[in-house]
């Protein structure tokens, strides 16, 4: 299994990124797929997830609905996050987590929330 995060940067409130998981070593297209951030100083916490083959369900954390999305491309088996109206508490390492491998986590990407 490899998750391999990227998209994280340096952005204002109010700003928009999106963030990209590419996937490998086991059947993406009917894996969970999940986003969790860590803060700093924070416990690591979810954020969102969308189910397997079409990714008709999603859930979110409250502190995200309405503002960030998540999606996925089977055929490039990336899972993307879309944030957008961030705020400076978005600041975190964002991670990608498949249910195919519940130990494993990526390197993560950084988000900044800054002027």
């Known amino acids: 299994v490899q998750l391999v995060e990227s998209g994280g940067g340096v952005v204002q409130p109010g700003g928009s990124l999106t963030l990209s998981c590419v996937a490998s070593g086991f059947n993406f297209r009917w894996a969970v797929m999940s986003w969790y951030r860590q803060a700093p100083g924070r416990e690591r916490e979810f954020v969102a997830c969308?189910?397997?083959?079409?990714?008709?369900?999603?859930y979110y954390a409250d502190s995200v609905k309405g503002r960030f999305a998540i999606s996925r491309d089977n055929a490039k088996k990336t899972v993307y996050l879309h944030m957008n109206s961030l705020k400076f508490e978005d600041t975190a390492v964002y991670y990608c987590k498949t249910s195919q491998a519940p130990d494993y986590w990526g390197q993560g990407t950084q988000v900044v929330v800054s002027y």
């Open positions: 969308i189910s397997g083959d079409g990714g008709a369900t999603n």
